[in-house]
């Protein structure tokens, strides 16, 4: 069951402050901020889980082959989301552009071999897209909870696309 206060002060007189045995000797208070839920609902955490899931359910409708070698999709535990940028980059983290499904081996390459899979998105969109994916990914801009909960109902949206267009 989860917690949903009717509203801001609600929540704010509800909220019980640490106890001393709860802080972590001189380092503070243990960081707790993404277990809690927020007034909407959903904590951080959660809706960041949330769109990890839709994503990989996402590239599984979407791509019939991995992304960098060609090789058909055997079984879906072989395709996992590949992202170009890494996923510590929120802005980019849910941008399907970014994200295509490769296999196992590839996965793994991609780690040591960036340029490979540079490569094929050159080829599959063009260099000033690649630049400018790069270029946010050197920004890394911040995600707040409410671009994350729009990101979501995106992510949602295109699945239920998908999946309509598959039936």
């Known amino acids: 069951m989860r917690f949903k206060p009717k509203s801001f002060e609600e929540a704010r007189q509800s909220f019980k402050p640490m106890h001393r045995s709860q802080m972590n000797r001189g380092k503070g208070i243990k960081p707790r901020f993404n277990k809690r839920p927020s007034v909407d609902g959903d904590s951080g955490k959660l809706v960041r889980e949330d769109c990890d899931e839709l994503i990989r359910q996402i590239i599984r409708l979407r791509d019939v082959r991995c992304f960098t070698c ?7 535990s072989l395709i996992h989301p590949g992202h170009y940028i890494t996923r510590k980059v929120l802005a980019l983290r849910w941008s399907l552009a970014n994200i295509h499904a490769q296999c196992n081996v590839c996965n793994d390459v991609h780690n040591t071999h960036p340029e490979i899979y540079r490569a094929h998105l050159v080829r599959e969109y063009d260099e000033a897209f690649v630049l400018q994916l790069e270029f946010i990914a050197q920004q ?5 909870y409410v671009d994350l909960l729009a990101i979501r109902d995106e992510l949602r949206n295109e699945l239920a696309r998908l999946k309509e267009k598959a039936a």
């Open 70 to 76: 060609g090789v058909s999709r055997v079984h879906y």
């Open 140 to 144: 890394n801009p911040r995600v707040e």
